[in-house]
């Protein structure tokens, strides 16, 4: 699911160089990206529904322990409360654009190393959010594919 939000992400960004007109890139190669994107997000989204219908038979086991030990625990966790799969889904896919929009000013060249470093320290968070929110995502399936 996380992936499918990025790659719909990218093509509402990719829409929007296609439409603007305004973009390093010749036309005809970001339409070609379209193109490729679109039948990626047409295999993603066909993989996690025979995923959601092999899960649902017990075919394997939904999630394995968590080894990461890079960040501080006491940024572990610091998601809110998500009422169901959908809601924390929305979540991850907020969060992603989030993170894309941090990684845009991380590259920026107009400004201050000081300021790039700040930036940094904030993908740090937002990507321990994210994790987070991957995490729970997994726990929710896993408890209602389980029931």
Known sequence: ??????????????????????????LPQLKEKMGVLKRQKKLLTKEIDEFIISAAENKFP?????????????????????????????????????LWQLEDQSRRTDVPLEYIGKVKRKIDLANQQRNDLIDRI??????????
Do not use: C, H, W
């Open 62 to 98: 939904l999630r394995e322990e968590k080894l990461k030990l890079y960040n501080k625990p006491s940024s572990i966790g610091k998601i809110g409360k998500a009422q169901g799969i959908s809601q924390t889904v929305d979540k991850l896919a907020q969060k992603n654009l989030e």
């Open 1 to 26: 699911m996380d992936k499918l939000t990025i790659k719909s992400i990218r093509e509402f960004y990719l829409n929007k160089l296609i439409k603007s007109r305004k973009s390093d890139f010749p």
């Open 138 to 147: 997994d726990e929710l399936f896993e408890k209602e594919v389980r029931k």
